[in-house]
């Protein structure tokens, strides 16, 4: 994907034993982590800036298209040369499947969004991913229901969703067709978004972030690719007819950051850093792309925008952080006679 993440989100709401180790037990702070961390945030904030440019040459079928084509082509190498190596989990093409699925419904509402509404809105309706991922983890996985039985962790989800909400309704340009269209489409991206995270988990626990990503990225390709040749004007063609060489080089430059480099440094920097820290970091995505849009497109935010943004930041954060602590917790808590290990 090429967002904010949602892969970001995948483990957020998964401290059981079995996910992968590499999630769960950083090496402790590190000057690579750190470097990583801010290079996926650097990576993922251009992403909604790189489709806002794009708009009017370019439809979002055509860009999804190209941009999840040339991902495939990134990650297939590594995927097969995996194969040979005998190094591909078990079972990865099938489970890949559900979460491919949402995944690529999700890139749609992503693409379409920034034709609508500037990229500030755009990624602070994105970001209500995080309180639809918490109530879909309660839903599926019982032993999640906890976090929802923590006063502070609602008091944080209450402040993210009302801050975003807030945010999104006092826009100055106002509530016309256009915005709602625009609004609509963001928040219904981080609710697919949290649907593929979820799929993630159901369905891929257990397997290597990498390898696991790999495969949703070819899925997700084959199904953009057939929306494109299908849904575009010229059937895609118009990214080499419309887009000068210097603008198409942009467009395969969006792909190999943020869906290429952004997913590599950002599970590194998981490695690294540990789940809280790196998903905290990548939290700020709506802030960059307001401070990057209003100096590229003079598209900012006013004040009483920015109040409740940060505010809607503070209990996503908020949110990640008391649900390490009860995790912790958890993971701490003898269970027969043994501490599970986190």
Partial sequence: MSVPATSEIAGVLNPEPEAPPELYRPTGVSSSGLAAVLLTLLGWTTIPLFLYFFRHDIDAWTANGWRYAISAIIWAPWLIISHFRGTIPKGLWKAALVPSFWNAAAQVCFAWAPYYIDPPLMTFGLRLQIVFLAFGAAYM??????????????????????????????????????????????????VMYALYALGVRKHMVGMAPLKAFGAVSQYTALVLVVAMLVFAPNHGADAITHLTPMKFFLLVLSSVIGIGLGHTFYFYSIARLGLVVSAGVVQLQPITVSI???????????????????????????????????????????????????
Wanted: aromatic share 8%.
């Fill in 141 to 190: 996985f019982p032993a999640e229901r906890r976090v929802l039985r923590s006063p502070l962790f609602v008091g944080f989800l209450v402040l993210a969703l009302a801050g975003t909400l807030t945010t999104l309704a006092i826009d100055p340009d106002g509530l016309g067709k256009k915005n709602l269209t625009g609004i609509s489409l963001a928040i219904g991206s981080g």
């Fill in 292 to 342: 990057a849009s209003w100096f590229l497109f003079s598209k900012g935010m006013t004040g009483w925008q920015w109040t409740a943004g940060m505010i809607a930041v503070a209990g996503a954060v908020g949110m990640l952080i008391v649900q390490s602590m009860l995790s912790r917790a958890m993971a701490a808590k003898p269970r027969g006679g043994t501490a599970r290990a986190a």
